[in-house]
């Protein structure tokens, strides 16, 4: 039994504490008090805002809300900054935005960004996007990326695959992991676009693994841009409900050549393919195998670039509806010979297959080494518009000589174009540059309905000759003139055509005048009383 001394000291021991360990323990229990009030005070703002309209909105529209405000509109887009402000209204908001896997779908267009969130929502559907447009330096992608990216296609929820750089080293370390498959078998995918785009001048990246080992039932969009494949044949076998192709193959490239028999048989593989581009395919020496035609029912837009020869052969394998959208030949290294024995008689047969009623020709020569045939619609043509307005395109051929030709031989070549489709039909006149802009061609198509020249000088545009003609131009209704450098060309030959086309009882419509020039008022008042509109659009303009 302790003594009454003992029981003294002992009580004092317990009162015993410094100041500051009191202080302490009483900061902590008002710390407790103040996170139980704060807490209360949480559930009674959520309270107050669950009557507010914005909490009232279902989630499924919500959710609708939420993706549109993340939606990216072109391909390698990046978010908007702010884009998800709508985390901030209330808990209501963040908690639907937390169950919409869709929302997180995005790391960012950089390997930085990347970083950032690849640990965030893992089952989110990953829309990969590595933009190397802006030529910025990337870090190499690291261990825990590399990892995170195995786990996605471990778990097949990456949905897409756009990757654009000028780094091929940089481009195979991210398509690496992705072609790591556990087993040898191939695997299914669930990716619906893949776009890869090696901006590199010397070196290409490869992409054979990556198809070797997987199928990809729902791909929709492929594009590969200076890619190597050990085998074009993967994408017959590994796709199958293509709409979208689009094989860019440089020339002189590190990749191989893609010949017109692989490109047939993946159509084939794909016949709900609506938009083709094809650049740099080529024809085997024996032609490739003509056997049978691959149909494309429901292709709207085709564009095929390569030598005549190649671009023909593979076309006429082709059966294309007539009635394409867009359809757009790009015909490099040609020769003046091409025109009459290649070129000139498909666009004819292009035209018998489609009728000419509502068709319309677009003449185009470059001032450099290039001619542009374009089929347009008639009916869907302003040309009065500023600009010209553009037409829809139902055939542009871009012809590419090897090497700029002399005048008389380019007038001759565009007079054998011509020659292949009946003048009428030829409404839209462009020109750059050219001697033979309306000399000797525009008196082969008397049905001309617009002129358009670049950086041609008056006396070669309105030349005496054409004036010495009774008749000149019947159907012209619009003239347009630029220039990109300075010009203080003599205004003579222009008036002198608007008088001599005013004295057969006619009127210009439109005439539009834009670049850098002079211009004196007295003849910007005669040119206006000479038309029904006159419109000036440049960068220097001057009244003297």
Sequence with gaps: MSSPASTDSDDLGQHDCPASEINIISIRALEEQIKEHEMAIVKLKRARNSFLNVSRLPPEILRNIFRWSVTRESDFERLEEGSHNFLLVCHHWLEVASRTPELWSFWGDNLQDWQKRHLQ??????????????????????????????????????????LSADDSELLDSIISPLATCESDGIRPSGVQSIIVWDMSEYTSVDVSDFFAHHRFPELRCLQLENCTISSWDFLTSRTSVLTTLILIIRDPSPAPTVTSPQILSILRSNPSLQKITLYGCSVPEDGGDKSSRVPLTHLRRLALAGAPQDVFTLLHQ??????????????????????????????????????RPQCGLELSLSNLDTIHFSVKDVGETDFSAPGPASMNTLVATLIQLDQIPPEDLLEDAVLDLIAHV????????????????????????????????????????????????????????????????????????????????????KELDTLEIGGNFEMQPRVKERIRRAVREFRIRNDMYYLF
Excluded at 121 to 130: G, I
Excluded at 131 to 150: C, I, K, T, V, Y
Excluded at 439 to 459: C, G, N, V, W
């Design 422 to 505: 009946p003048p009428e039909e030829v409404v839209h006149f462009r020109a750059s540059s050219r001697p033979v802009a309306t000399e000797a061609i525009s008196t082969q198509l008397p049905y001309l309905k617009a002129i358009h020249l670049e950086d041609t000088s008056l006396h070669v545009a309105f030349p005496k000759s054409i004036l010495d003609r009774d008749k000149i131009f019947p159907h012209l209704q619009h003239v347009f003139l630029d220039w990109s450098s300075t010009h203080t060309n003599e205004w003579s030959p222009l008036t002198a055509f608007l008088d001599h086309f005013a004295s057969s009882g």
């Design 318 to 355: 082709l059966d294309y509806p007539i009635d394409l959208d867009e359809f757009f030949l790009n015909l490099t290294d040609s020769m003046i010979e091409d025109i009459p024995t290649i070129i000139g008689p498909f666009l004819r047969d292009h035209l018998r297959r489609r009728g």
């Design 121 to 162: 929502h893992p089952m989110a559907p990953l829309d990969l996007v590595l933009n190397g447009s802006s030529f910025r330096s990337e870090p190499p992608l690291n261990d825990s990326l590399h990892n995170a990216l195995q786990d996605r296609v471990a778990q097949d929820t990456i949905r897409r695959i756009h």
